[in-house]
């Protein structure tokens, strides 16, 4: 199956990607600063050992992603689909969880320093630990 295709060089001189449709894309060892992706969806991407300092992710549905390794320090992931997300070993330093749903994702061995997540999904989810969340872990995580 062919890969989709961005204009990188087009598309983020613009320092916007918001509401883009694209599936399985293939965003690897990319630096992107300040982009944003708003509203965009990006179900099972794979954005593993990219670079997204300072970047948008709002109302992003980044359904089973794969995110390993990335940095995303200083993100804005408010009220974004992350379920079954993986951050496996991501910085996530000072990002924002706000109101995300992140039922089943994956922070194992993530640097969540500073993070906020408050009013966020997180049931279900493995934590810096490799320990599940219960079910009623929202904004933080009960295990």
């Not at 060892?29 to 992710?57: Q, V, W, Y």
């Not at 993530?110 to 904004?139: D, Q, R, V």
Request: with cysteine; aromatic share 12%.
């Amino acid at each position: 199956m062919r890969q989709p295709y961005i204009n990188l060089l087009t598309e983020t001189s613009k320092n916007s990607l918001k509401n883009i449709s694209i599936f399985n894309p293939k965003i690897i060892h990319f630096f992107f600063r300040i982009i944003n992706f708003d509203k965009s969806t990006m179900m099972n991407s794979n954005l593993s050992f990219g670079t997204f300092p300072e970047s948008s992710f709002f109302r992003v549905n980044l359904y089973e992603s794969v995110n390993i390794g990335a940095n995303f320090e200083k993100a804005n992931f408010t009220s974004a689909n992350l379920t079954r997300a993986d951050f496996m070993g991501a910085t996530l330093i000072e990002a924002n969880f706000q109101n995300a749903n992140a039922m089943e994702a994956n922070f194992t061995n993530a640097n969540i320093t500073s993070a906020n997540f408050e009013g966020a999904n997180l049931s279900g989810a493995k934590w810096m630990n490799g320990k599940t969340c219960g079910a009623e872990s929202i904004g933080v995580c009960k295990q």
